[in-house]
């Protein structure tokens, strides 16, 4: 490989790689609902994602144990009583738009209710539900 060839191509990768974490730090929750639904291979479910999140699964806890049963509203953590901000996007601009922020959580918190992880057609319709959730 030519010294020239060498600098152009280390050169491209550090773009791409630049443009990878711009990627990574900002996403509107519509772009991850795509995401999920393209990886579920199915149209999302609003109604079965309410289902899910106020229903618990096996465990003591459901989504709404801590995020509450109106997503719009401020939730309580159920075993530390910290407060927690609204979950729905209409409620909390902030919501689904740090895409490694939203994929933490969801392992997280899918573990505790589920003792696994959510697979991609249950956040698809989680994230469709609360799209519609509005203040
Ligand atoms: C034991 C309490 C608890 C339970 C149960 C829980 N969560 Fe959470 N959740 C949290 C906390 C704490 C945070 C992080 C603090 C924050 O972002 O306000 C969080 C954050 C999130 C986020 C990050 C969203 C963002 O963009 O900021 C998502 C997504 C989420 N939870 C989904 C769920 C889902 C789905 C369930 C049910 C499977 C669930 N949570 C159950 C406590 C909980």
Not at 11 to 35: I, K, R, V
Not at 108 to 128: F, H, P, S
């Amino acid at each position: 490989m030519s010294r020239f060839t060498q600098l152009t191509t280390q050169l491209s990768a550090a773009l791409l790689t630049g443009m990878m974490s711009m990627l990574a730090a900002a996403a509107t929750p519509e772009q991850l609902l795509d995401g999920y639904r393209n990886q579920a291979g199915r149209a999302p479910q609003a109604a079965q994602g309410q289902t899910f999140f106020l229903t618990q699964h096996g465990g003591q806890w459901s989504c709404a144990s801590c995020h509450g049963s109106r997503p719009s509203d401020e939730g309580k953590h159920a075993s530390t009583g910290k407060l927690i901000r609204p979950l729905a996007p209409a409620a909390n601009a902030q919501r689904f738009t740090d895409p490694q922020k939203v994929e933490k959580w969801f392992k997280r918190n899918c573990k505790d209710v589920l003792e696994r992880e959510c697979t991609a057609a249950e956040k698809a319709d989680v994230l469709a539900w609360l799209l519609t959730v509005q203040p």
